[in-house]
């Protein structure tokens, strides 16, 4: 056997309850792989290595690590919406630099579909400039757009079934709030991330799958328009005195003044209005079914962050593809990204195994059409079998020390930096 | 020994993560009093009361009682906005003609100061009357705005430290979220509940009594303007590379065209734009720290229903409020609140006790402005040590049953109606 060379681990995009537990699941088996020297974590994603910005992770304390299990969010390494796009070719050169001057023989990228592309060109450009790199992804994104509609590449994603158990839960809870209050009160507007994938409004159906609530569901592709879901609402309420309605943050209500992040993705959170502020301010103008009857909760990050709803199942697959990706390192497959994909028949169990990165790169998963209701107002039974089994049967324990949760708290110490100081490129003036 | 009389139970205003544990200690203690009867919820406040809709406690199962304990908000009974105001007098002879036809001798209502003032006004119609009934008030509220700004009647309600220990919990996960995502995202704002008083932004204190984050707190009465704001975020971003904002739905930023619910009290939740998202435009436009750095949490009715972050400490301390008001009753003690009175000392230790319903009424409570920091960016280690001891040490259990939770589902078993129907004055058109 060769050498131990070292390993980066760098995150992009949004993060999750569980991020940090592929983060875990990574240090914890690379630190016991003959072939795997320091491990690194480059501070907030790609920049960090642009920058040379390298977090030691092996001189972490044990408990430290153990700690990122419950720690959500990306906090402790940090993430970024920087994108290495073609033609940032010094860029591209400096990462390369970057590893070589620092003897990195393996890069972990926990992200989406665009981290994976970028992984796979990384590698790529690795291989033509003779550095030996080992490239690597780790599927996470809350809204489970990652790979392909039929779920041949992954199943689901990291970081989904926390989300999921955040809607299950709290519209359990927002229905008490709901049937309580009404009919002072009676419809009440909860705004769901996901952008233009509805995964994350679609999971409000784990709270009733009995379909017992006054509940309507509005993913943003559900092919209804403003003036239907507010008849949808009139009459929810006219027959149930109420209604909750959940809807995704991307649905089409009207101009919300839209912002968009560096990769191009509408940053909901930042527009200058929210679809929930619209529904609401809509239904309240048009009296439907009352002046000042509705009202809107928009949990924003929240949703990606409250760490008491995360899914136990959740934090053991974000771990083991974490763990998985660390072995498909240490053993040389580049270019591959761990999966989770699930088991034929009725027991829910899954295997991790390995997709290739451009295969993920190149896909687009779509909310399954046939899982909207007719109406567009529900999501089908099928849908429940299917993300049902990814909340858990039971909630997390969280470290509560004096009150509040002990988090990780890494030591700032950092690799010695070998290179001249180096502005990433888009971020020059 | 006279006959055991008959107990109604009413909820008004908005709920909490506890209410329902005031409600479990009022049954758990009046069904083994025997000076009382059969135990019933008016459905909805005092709109059941008015309806005649006596829903029969004593009738339900143990187990559904006990699992009030972590069922939050107001479901199970209902609660109501509905305000028996001076000159309803039809509905004030028609509660008292209600009461007489169910044998109703005693009548405790869960809520603020404007419920103290209900129950205090029909109890003293009840004596005019000649009907023998005891008016007892059992606290609640989650922004903490019950009694005097000096604790002399209530020292804090039901229902505020749970709120706390929400936001305690969730600026934890927040400053992850924040410290993990910036620098592209460098400002998060989150929106508290809490109207004209600060107890709640407040309690984000409670997340970083050593003050390591980048936190700023605006309660209604910091006393800044929109300009100020601006510029302590806009430092704290260049200071610090980010910042966390929070701030009272009540912060006078500019138009957020207000709703009045029957009370007379804004109803934020249903505004046509909230202060959140105007800071967050006011940002992102005037580019502090750059277009689209900032964005906003509107977490609304989920901080007084997310039970995963309801304090031990709140659960049980709303619980004993509602067995007090029970042994009141029993007791023949017309007119008084059950309350919550700290003792002297360091270590924390409170006495139940009973307050005249009239001194609650018409006392008002503000936040202390010496809790306020100079420059009305902050609050005070007082508040810190006022509040920590009531978020509790460690979190609460929940009984989680294939997934979701177990939540208190009473039958629906009434009191047969004795009465004509009637129609509430103010729901006459």
């Not at 041949?152 to 158990?165: E, N, Q």
Request: glycine fraction near 10%.
């Amino acid at each position: 056997m060769s050498r131990p060379r070292n390993l980066v681990v760098a995150q992009s995009g949004g993060p999750s309850p569980v991020i940090n537990n592929s983060l875990r699941g990574i240090i914890e088996t690379a630190r016991e792989l003959p072939e795997i020297g320091t491990i690194y974590a480059a501070r907030h994603g790609i920049e960090g290595v642009l920058k040379e910005e390298l977090l030691d992770l092996s001189a972490q304390s044990a408990q430290e690590v153990a700690l990122l299990r419950t720690t959500p969010a990306a906090g402790s390494i940090g993430t970024c919406r920087y994108k290495l796009k073609p033609g940032q070719d010094e860029d591209f050169e400096r990462v390369i630099e970057v590893f070589r001057a620092h003897d990195v023989g393996y890069f972990l990228y926990i992200g989406g579909n665009d981290s994976m592309d970028t992984a796979d060109k990384v590698a790529a450009l690795a291989a033509q400039r003779g550095l030996d790199l080992v490239g690597v992804g780790v599927p996470k994104t809350i809204d489970n757009d990652v790979g392909d509609s039929e779920f041949r590449l992954i199943d689901h994603t990291p970081g989904y079934g926390s989300v999921a158990r955040y809607w299950m839960q709290n519209v359990q809870y927002a229905n008490e709030e709901n049937s309580g209050s009404c009919p002072a009160d009676p419809v009440l507007v909860l705004q769901a991330m996901g952008r233009k994938i509805g995964y994350i409004p679609a999971a409000a159906r784990l709270a009733d799958p009995e379909r017992e609530m006054p509940l309507l569901i509005y993913l943003a592709e559900s092919g209804v328009n403003k003036e239907q879901l507010a008849d949808n609402v009139a009459d929810c309420v006219r027959r149930h005195g109420r209604a909750i309605v959940v809807v995704s943050e991307g649905f089409h209500f009207g101009d919300i003044g839209e912002v968009k992040d560096a990769f191009g993705h509408t940053s909901f959170s930042s527009s200058s209005i929210t679809v929930a502020q619209l529904l609401v301010n809509y239904l309240n103008e048009t009296g439907l079914p009352a002046k000042g009857a509705a009202r809107g909760n928009v949990p924003g990050t929240d949703q990606r962050h409250s760490m008491a709803y995360a899914s136990p199942v959740d934090l053991d697959e974000a771990y083991k593809c974490g763990e998985m990706a660390a072995l498909l390192a240490a053993s040389g497959q580049s270019g591959f990204m761990s999966t989770i994909l699930r088991e034929e028949g009725s027991i829910y169990t899954v295997r991790y195994d390995e997709v290739p990165l451009a295969e993920v790169a190149n896909s687009e998963r779509a909310f399954p059409a046939s899982w909207i209701s007719a109406g567009g107002t529900d999501v089908s039974d099928e849908f429940v079998r299917y993300a049902m089994p990814l909340v858990g049967a039971d909630m997390v324990s969280l470290p509560i020390v004096g009150g509040r949760q002990r988090l990780t708290r890494f030591e700032p110490i950092y690799a010695e930096q070998q290179l001249a100081s180096y502005v990433p490129q888009a971020d020059r003036k």
